[in-house]
């Protein structure tokens, strides 16, 4: 009975307000599961030294792909090995996205050199190649983030027809 005196006294703009406030509130917890930071899937609990990989899809139409994709960081001290970009979730980098992850490493890289990235193109139609941006790592021990400019298609039916 108490529950009834209250959906009666609620107004339609006040009722329109609580349903706009769920929405919102549903589409924030959807955001941070695509824009949130997450490890990476195969990072190792042991591995002590922490770096956030910033990656950024390029605009262009297509741009977006699902096809696996791998990387390898090297530093001047150490270096990744060959690690997969994959947190077992996202399933597509989109067009325009900028996704972060964070990854492990057993020892300090050092001041980081190079970034070798590529994918194996298994991605369906349109979402088998990929246009990146850029890619940006962050060793979050001594703060220094490193920029890696790529502006280029890793794609075997653009540009120059290479993925990595």
Known sequence: ?????????ISSAEAFYI????WAHYKDRQDVKKWGVTPLEDNIDSEKYLYLITITTGMQAKSGTSSNIFFCIAGDREE??????SDG????LSRGSQVRYVVTTEY???????????HDN????????????NVQVSDL???????FLVNQWLAVDEGDGQIE
């Open 80 to 85: 990744t090995g060959v690690r997969k970009l």
């Open 1 to 9: 009975m108490t529950l009834l005196l209250i959906a009666r006294n």
């Open 108 to 118: 300090v890289l050092g001041r980081l050199e190079t970034l070798t990235i590529w």
């Open 89 to 92: 979730k996202r399933k597509l």
């Open 141 to 147: 021990q001594s703060g220094r983030t490193y920029a």
């Open 122 to 133: 298994s991605g369906k139609g349109d979402d088998a190649g990929w246009y990146l941006d």
């Open 19 to 22: 349903l706009i406030g769920v």
